[in-house]
């Protein structure tokens, strides 16, 4: 079963626009969430991670807002930039103790000129 | 960019041959990973370590053992590979910082096929 989803495979935006990439997760242990930004023959960058005490932690262009309530965080790109054009993965664990990241399937996002 | 080198970065090779993937680090970091990433699945853990000698089994280690035998040295080996290990392999270091987990970095990939 799929602890962190992420329901969108691609998504396409204008330049300069906001983008708003989503994950889901269901276990409820999970307290550490990041994202994770790669480009075709390159091992994946972290970008941003937010603990389960915050609710949004921002970054230059990238702020990540976590939900949970709702089990759900989302990444918002603004300005979005060609360079943007990726694909990102959301990935989550518990902040403490030796558990490995559990990886969304990734959403591909496309910054159109 | 973290110091991890993953060797070899492309490999092709036949179904039953023995097959050993190489991850370096120079961060002295405590925990290393493999994951593998195939279309439609995002990325897998294979194994795992949390220091020399202590390895963990992850989410799709049928197949696939490890060893670390040094801090910054992790491998993973396919004893006799089959068509559906076909994928991209990747390392990944972390550490942690007091109690806190800190993020992943990752090697930049080795693309083995099996024929």
């Known amino acids: 079963d799929q602890q962190v989803k992420q329901n969108s495979p691609s998504l396409s935006v204008q330049e300069g626009r906001i983008s708003i990439l989503n994950c889901d997760y269901t276990n409820s242990m999970f307290d550490y969430f990041l994202w994770y930004k790669k480009y075709p023959a390159e091992g994946p960058t972290f970008l941003i991670s937010?603990?389960?005490?915050?609710d949004k932690n921002e970054d230059g262009r990238f702020t990540v807002f976590l939900n949970k309530s709702a089990k759900h965080l989302s990444l918002h790109i603004v300005p979005s930039q060609p360079g943007d054009s990726a694909v990102y993965f959301c990935a989550a664990s518990r902040l403490s103790g030796n558990t490995p990241l559990v990886f969304g399937k990734g959403t591909r996002l496309s910054v159109i000129a | 960019d973290a110091g991890i080198t993953q060797s070899p970065r492309h490999k092709v090779t036949e179904t039953g041959t023995p097959v050993t993937l190489r991850c370096h680090q120079t961060?002295?970091?405590?925990?290393m990973y493999w994951y593998r990433q195939d279309p439609g699945h995002g990325l897998r853990l294979i194994h795992y370590s949390y220091g020399v000698k202590d390895t963990d089994k992850g989410e799709v280690s049928d197949g696939y053992s490890v060893s670390r035998s040094k801090t910054e040295d992790f491998l993973l080996t396919l004893e006799s590979a089959t068509s559906s290990q076909t994928s991209v392999y990747f390392c990944?270091?972390?550490?942690?910082?007091?109690?806190?987990?800190?993020?992943?970095?990752f090697g930049d990939g080795t693309r083995l096929s099996i024929l």
């Open positions: 937010i603990s389960s005490i915050k």
């Open positions: 961060e002295n970091h405590r925990y």
């Open positions: 990944a270091i972390s550490e942690a910082k007091g109690t806190s987990n800190q993020p992943q970095h």
